[in-house]
């Protein structure tokens, strides 16, 4: 039972355009929501996140939206950079198990210059 | 800036062999996880630590996996016997409460 999935296995964006990556969940219980990027041989690197009593997180390039009546997710990369090409991991946190991360298949985001 | 380490960063064993793994997270961060990760998926979480105490080991092959963290400091994962299944990265993380901190992971092969 695949509870956060990332439906998009890739995406390509041109250098400086917006990149939007998606996530949806199916667990009503997530009350915390995290973007994490992963380059390869590496482990994945914190990038934004947001509580559900929010809608909307910014932090310099990277905003996520979460609307809750879809569960739904998305990060927003804005302007698009060649050095974010890596794979975006969406993950939630809540429910009956404290503390384990519930992450999505990721997103493969590849920015072309 | 604090990081997790890890140890070693790559793993090559024969299958039937044993595997250990090593964690030190961030300073002062009681929570410590073990994931794991196949190419091509999401991490897994293996088990989780709080201080020395196990607080989820549902998803931990008991039968060849075990994992400690004696002081409540770092931790070990170990794998015996290794199977060619287990050919995967392997990430630690921790936290202070919210947001987990990984490293950089072990890529194990099994051959």
């Known amino acids: 039972d695949q509870q956060v999935k990332q439906n998009s296995p890739s995406l390509s964006v041109q250098e400086g355009r917006i990149s939007i990556l998606n996530c949806d969940y199916t667990?009503?219980?997530?009350?915390?929501f995290l973007w994490y990027k992963k380059y390869p041989a590496e482990g994945p690197t914190f990038l934004i996140s947001?509580?559900?009593?929010?809608d909307k997180n910014e932090d310099g390039r990277f905003t996520v939206f979460l609307n809750k009546s879809a569960k739904h997710l998305s990060l927003h990369i804005v302007p698009s950079q060649p050095g974010d090409s890596a794979v975006y991991f969406c993950?939630?946190?809540?429910?009956?198990?404290?503390?384990?991360?519930?992450f999505g298949q990721g997103t493969i985001l590849t920015v072309h210059p | 800036e604090a990081e997790v380490a890890q140890s070693p960063r790559y793993k090559i064993t024969e299958k039937s062999q044993a595997v250990a793994f090593w964690c030190d997270p961030i300073?002062?961060?009681?929570?410590l996880y073990w994931y794991r990760q196949i190419l091509g998926q999401g991490p897994e979480l293996l088990v989780q630590?709080?201080?020395?105490?196990?607080?989820?080991d549902s998803q931990l092959p008991k039968d060849r996996f075990s994992a400690e963290r004696l002081k409540g400091v770092d931790s070990t994962l170990k794998i015996q016997p290794a199977e060619l299944g287990d050919s995967a990265m392997y990430l630690c993380?921790?936290?202070?409460?919210?947001?987990?901190?990984f490293g950089p992971g072990t890529r194990l092969t099994v051959l």
């Open positions: 993950a939630a946190l809540g429910g009956t198990s404290y503390g384990k991360l519930t």
């Open positions: 993380a921790s936290s202070p409460r919210g947001t987990q901190y």
């Open positions: 630590f709080q201080d020395e105490s196990v607080v989820d």
């Open positions: 300073s002062g961060h009681a929570t």
């Open positions: 667990n009503s219980m997530f009350d915390y």
């Open positions: 947001i509580s559900s009593i929010k």
